[in-house]
């Protein structure tokens, strides 16, 4: 008897190839058992099936009971090869694991390579939901009412001449033509006009959610005015501007529903400014040590601000300082002449 001949193969495998080959035989022959568990189960559909169709009842229960015998036999033919191929694929891992050896020291890491061109642009996310509006501000007191102005004098009435004896009574004589009209007097002078109104003004806030940045003016929207003494001008600032030589009522009222950083102090300050004075007419302080998640209402109350020596209008506005920008809605101011 000669011994047997193997042939050569070429290229050579290798022990990790050798294992990879032996990982993969187990692959398809659990590939190949699931297509015959499959096969098994499609037949016990055919058979029950056909049994309900052509068979009577008790036929049919020995038929189901002898395929259900066949499948046994064969399931306990199949676990049994799972477990010869779980051993054999612990025994190629244990030998894969023990081939591994202690990790090497980590390498100089090599040269920066040169950057990609950017990716597309990601879809935008969903816009999130609208917060909750804030509480409506504190109305301000309404200012006294003026007093009514004088009437003016009336016309002046000519003298009455005295009166002349009374004559004999005479004949009766035919009554003769109508005298002419007299003249009318002349009409006496008008007096000064009365004041029968006062000069008010409203603001509201510009939009909702107005951002409002640091050093920067409210930009109050002009509601109504029932006369001229008080003009706003956007084009300057939105400065609000004052007549000289006098007296008002100023009120205002702003919600701040959000502030950017609370590690910062903030400011809200109402100022006046002409070429004669410049100065702080009312400032609402807010620390940092105080709470700035929820939303806050700042409020003046009633402030009387005369511009009497001034010579030219006075400008009014309503600042913030901060190093951070708020988020405000819901915005009111009232300015009335007393």
């Given at each position: 008897m000669?011994?047997?001949?193997?042939?050569i193969?070429?290229?050579?495998?290798?022990?990790?190839k050798a294992l990879?080959?032996?990982l993969?035989s187990?692959a398809?022959?659990?590939?190949g058992?699931s297509?015959?568990?499959n096969?098994?189960?499609?037949?016990i559909?055919y058979?029950?099936?056909e049994?309900?169709?052509?068979?009577d009842?008790?036929?049919?229960?020995?038929?189901?009971i002898?395929?259900n015998k066949?499948v046994e036999?064969?399931?306990?033919v199949v676990?049994q090869?799972?477990?010869?191929?779980?051993?054999k694929?612990?025994k190629?891992?244990?030998i894969?694991i023990?081939?591994?050896?202690?990790t090497?020291?980590?390498?100089?890491?090599?040269a920066?390579?040169?950057?990609g061109?950017?990716?597309?642009?990601?879809?935008t996310g969903?816009?999130?939901a609208?917060?909750?509006?804030?509480?409506?501000?504190?109305?301000?007191s309404t200012g006294?009412?003026?007093?009514?102005?004088?009437?003016g004098?009336?016309g002046?009435q000519?003298v009455?001449?005295?009166?002349g004896?009374?004559?004999?009574?005479?004949?009766?004589?035919?009554?003769g033509?109508a005298g002419?009209?007299g003249t009318?007097?002349?009409t006496?002078p008008?007096?000064p006009?009365?004041?029968?109104?006062k000069?008010c003004?409203a603001?509201?806030?510009?939009a909702?959610e107005?951002?409002?940045?640091?050093?920067q003016?409210?930009?109050w929207?002009?509601d109504?005015?029932?006369?001229?003494c008080?003009?706003?001008?956007?084009c300057?600032?939105g400065m609000i501007?004052l007549e000289?030589?006098?007296c008002y009522s100023?009120?205002f009222?702003?919600?701040i529903i959000?502030?950017?950083?609370t590690?910062?102090?903030?400011a809200?300050?109402?100022?006046v400014?002409?070429?004669e004075l410049?100065?702080?007419?009312?400032?609402?302080y807010?620390?940092?040590s105080?709470?700035?998640?929820?939303?806050?209402t700042?409020?003046?109350g009633?402030i009387l601000l005369?511009t009497?020596?001034?010579h030219e209008?006075?400008?009014?506005a309503t600042r913030?300082?901060?190093?951070n920008?708020?988020?405000?809605t819901q915005?009111?101011?009232s300015?009335i002449?007393?």
């Amino acid at each position: 008897m000669s011994m047997p001949m193997f042939p050569i193969i070429s290229p050579e495998i290798t022990r990790e190839k050798a294992l990879n080959m032996i990982l993969a035989s187990i692959a398809m022959e659990e590939l190949g058992l699931s297509h015959i568990i499959n096969a098994e189960g499609e037949k016990i559909q055919y058979v029950l099936k056909e049994l309900s169709e052509h068979a009577d009842s008790d036929a049919a229960i020995e038929k189901v009971i002898e395929v259900n015998k066949s499948v046994e036999s064969l399931m306990e033919v199949v676990m049994q090869n799972q477990i010869f191929l779980k051993s054999k694929m612990d025994k190629v891992i244990e030998i894969m694991i023990a081939d591994i050896g202690p990790t090497g020291a980590t390498g100089a890491t090599g040269a920066t390579g040169t950057m990609g061109p950017p990716g597309p642009r990601g879809a935008t996310g969903a816009t999130g939901a609208t917060g909750q509006r804030g509480s409506k501000g504190i109305t301000g007191s309404t200012g006294p009412t003026g007093s009514t102005g004088s009437t003016g004098p009336a016309g002046i009435q000519g003298v009455t001449g005295a009166t002349g004896s009374t004559g004999p009574k005479g004949v009766t004589g035919a009554t003769g033509p109508a005298g002419r009209t007299g003249t009318t007097g002349a009409t006496g002078p008008m007096g000064p006009p009365g004041k029968s109104s006062k000069c008010c003004a409203a603001f509201s806030e510009t939009a909702m959610e107005y951002r409002w940045k640091n050093s920067q003016p409210f930009p109050w929207k002009y509601d109504f005015s029932n006369e001229k003494c008080i003009d706003y001008d956007a084009c300057e600032d939105g400065m609000i501007l004052l007549e000289p030589d006098r007296c008002y009522s100023v009120s205002f009222s702003i919600n701040i529903i959000g502030v950017e950083n609370t590690r910062q102090n903030l400011a809200i300050l109402l100022t006046v400014s002409s070429p004669e004075l410049c100065k702080d007419l009312f400032t609402y302080y807010k620390s940092n040590s105080l709470s700035y998640y929820t939303p806050f209402t700042v409020t003046s109350g009633t402030i009387l601000l005369s511009t009497h020596g001034h010579h030219e209008k006075v400008a009014l506005a309503t600042r913030l300082r901060s190093p951070n920008s708020v988020i405000c809605t819901q915005a009111h101011l009232s300015i009335i002449e007393v």
